[in-house]
């Protein structure tokens, strides 16, 4: 097979693009020289078709339904492994040994508290305000309080703005939790054993009984967030990060891309979308909203199905529903909810509409349902994903900020207003 693409332009002039292969047989043309040599841009709204960069950290098949983080299946992670080694596997490439996890438990556990005087941020901000608001405040503050770890090119204090993002994203999720519920904030009075544990604790209060089946499930759902290759927020953590501003700003900017309802915002909207659906007559309903998603005018769509790469049933959804089962049984709970999902489930699954167009549940349609398990509140969920994510975020920025061919992104754009006029 030949390693270039010819291509003949509308003027009859003919050039080659470069085609390259990835490890695991993707292919690419590389069209870096196409304006240079035809004055052609190319057109991809979206960016469908499109790749930025190269990457080593997720590969994902949108039509096998496949995802590994550095070559290790989620199925596999999510059995044999727990959050905190995910995390150094996306961000380093390579699970810790035994004293390398020590030494990062310990770096983070250094710097987990979060400076009393950033904390007061939340005291200018109303109780009502959207715990993401929360977020994305949180880490742009640490800019202000740890200026000494904010320049790119140092790589000593890209390390220490790691272990501080990782270290205090657990406080600022609990934190924003708390101040949404008008009630005082503590940290753990022992050292917390997993980042689920952490959360229930600093949510719920030090007395928390933290049930070992419930902080597995909550490890799993971490490990399901870490990464997703080039998603919308981790593309924004790229592209602010490449006009070399610093880690906490770019992680900032990537909480405000999650927050939208097209990508981790979803989880939140799937619960409230099965609670109107639930209210509007439950399964008997379900026809009706399938008949909103399928006609364009309504403004409405299935919240937690589509994606833009899987044209297969998300992997992550497959284990996330299985844990919903699991927890459910666990805590004995009945949720009406589950049964409206499942059925809305089958009957989009079974609806041409739906199955044409490649439209499977995907990350965020059971998510939820787990979470109300737990007594978490819907605006809780998008932070949680923010919290599984922030690795995945940190590990494309680190990865790009390393690359000694890396440029500042700068897309070009087919200009269709006003040609020159005179006033
Ligand atoms: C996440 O990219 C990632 O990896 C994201 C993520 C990650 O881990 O980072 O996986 C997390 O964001 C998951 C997605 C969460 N969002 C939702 O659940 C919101 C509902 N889904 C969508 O709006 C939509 O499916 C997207 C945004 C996820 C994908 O949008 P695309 O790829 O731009 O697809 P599209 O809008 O072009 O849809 C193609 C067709 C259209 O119909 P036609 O024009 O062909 O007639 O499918 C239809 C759409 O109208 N469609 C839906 C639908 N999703 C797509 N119709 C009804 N309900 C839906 N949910």
Known sequence: MSDVAKL???DGKEITLPAYTGTEQEKCLDISALRKETGYVTFDPGFGNTCPSKSSITFLNGEAGILRYRGYSIEDLCEKSDFT????????GELPSEAELAEFNKNLAEH???????????????????????????????????PQF????????????????????LPIVSSAYCHGKGKEFNYP?????????????????????????????LDELLILHADHEFNCSTSTA???????ANLFASLSASVNALWGPLHGGANQKVIEMLEDIANDGGVEAIDKYLAMAKDKTSGFRLM?????????YDPRAKIIKKTCDKVIEKLGVEDPLLAVAQK??????????????????????YSGIVYRALNIPTEMYTPLFALGRLCGWIAHWREQNLDPHARIGRPRQLYMGATERSL
């Open 304 to 312: 937690g199905f589509g994606h833009r790469v899987y044209k297969n």
């Open 238 to 244: 790229r592209i602010v990060g490449s006009s070399q």
């Open 85 to 92: 080694s995910v995390m150094y596997l996306v961000i380093y």
């Open 150 to 169: 904010t320049n790119p090119h140092d790589t000593d204090q890209v390390e220490q703005a790691i272990f501080i993002a990782l270290g205090q994203i």
């Open 344 to 365: 809305l489930e089958a009957a989009a699954l079974s609806d041409e509409y739906f199955t044409s167009r490649k439209l499977y549940p995907n990350v965020d349609f």
């Open 8 to 10: 003949t332009m509308p």
């Open 112 to 146: 987990s508290k979060i400076k009393p005087q950033l904390l007061k941020l939340y005291e200018s901000l109303p109780q009502d305000t959207h715990p993401m608001v929360l977020v994305s405040t949180m880490l742009a503050g640490l800019s202000a309080h740890y």
């Open 189 to 217: 009075s022992e050292p917390i054993s997993s980042y689920g544990s952490g959360l229930l604790k600093m949510m719920f209060g030090d007395d928390y009984e933290v049930d070992t089946d419930v902080e597995k499930i």
